[in-house]
């Protein structure tokens, strides 16, 4: 049970490239959301899938979109990254009804 | 808009001195409440939740902490800090019948010195 894992560790980007941030799930979670953390901020919420097939907007969502692919997998996906987007990206999950989430290891992403 | 409100962006204690963090919450209505902490390079592990019932929930790595509705406060408490408690705490809430999705504080970071 590997729980929620983050795929890659680190990655860097210039200005303009695009990539995916992979994320997947062996607890047989319903939701489903990406956080991004910044230095005296927390973590802010940029999207969430409640259940399989849908996705919400959070706080952050500008310049990202997200695929929920089934019910173990949701990406995260930065078109045309920005600068602005270097930061840690969480991955976390959570049981129907428990309100507890349960978080990935992280990427670390520097954008050029 | 619900928010939580950690003032200490950085304590640094003994090994062996008692730690007490602090967190605050806009928004009352029924709040959940959770404290997470995040080791170096690591992501965040749950130490421990307040739904209802008790108001003093003990976690794990012997922490506990106490919820105040008065005081709008959901403080945390180690009576003995070790070396391998040095991390970054958040305080989270999810307000029931808000917009009920987690919100994170901004973290305290925990130094030990010997």
């Known amino acids: 049970n590997a729980g929620v894992t983050q795929t890659p560790k680190f990655q860097v980007l210039k200005t303009g490239q695009s990539m995916t941030l992979q994320c997947a799930q062996d607890?047989?979670?319903?939701?489903m959301y990406w956080y991004r953390q910044d230095p005296g901020m927390g973590l802010r919420l940029i999207y969430y899938s409640a259940s399989e097939g849908t996705t919400d907007k959070g706080e952050v969502p500008n310049g990202y979109n997200v695929s929920r692919l089934n019910k173990r997998e949701f990406s995260l996906r930065l078109e045309s990254a920005a600068p602005s987007q270097t930061s840690v990206y969480f991955c976390?999950?959570?049981?129907?009804?428990?309100?507890?989430?349960?978080f990935g290891p992280g990427t670390r992403l520097l954008v050029l | 808009a619900q928010s939580v409100t950690q003032p200490d962006i950085h304590i640094t204690v003994s090994e062996g001195a008692s730690l007490e963090l602090r967190c605050n919450y806009s928004?009352?209505?029924?709040?959940?409440l959770f404290w997470y902490v995040q080791s170096p390079g690591q992501g965040l592990q749950l130490l421990l939740k307040y739904f209802s019932g008790d108001t003093l929930v003990q976690g794990i790595k012997g922490f506990e902490a106490e919820f105040k509705r008065s005081q709008s406060s959901f403080n945390l408490r180690k009576p003995s800090v070790h070396w391998s408690d040095a991390a970054e705490y958040f305080c989270a809430v999810v307000i029931k019948g808000g917009n009920e999705k987690l919100t994170f504080g901004t973290g305290t970071r925990l130094t030990i010195i010997p």
């Open positions: 928004y009352g209505a029924t709040p959940y």
């Open positions: 607890m047989n979670h319903n939701s």
């Open positions: 976390a999950s959570e049981p129907r009804h428990q309100e507890t989430q349960y």
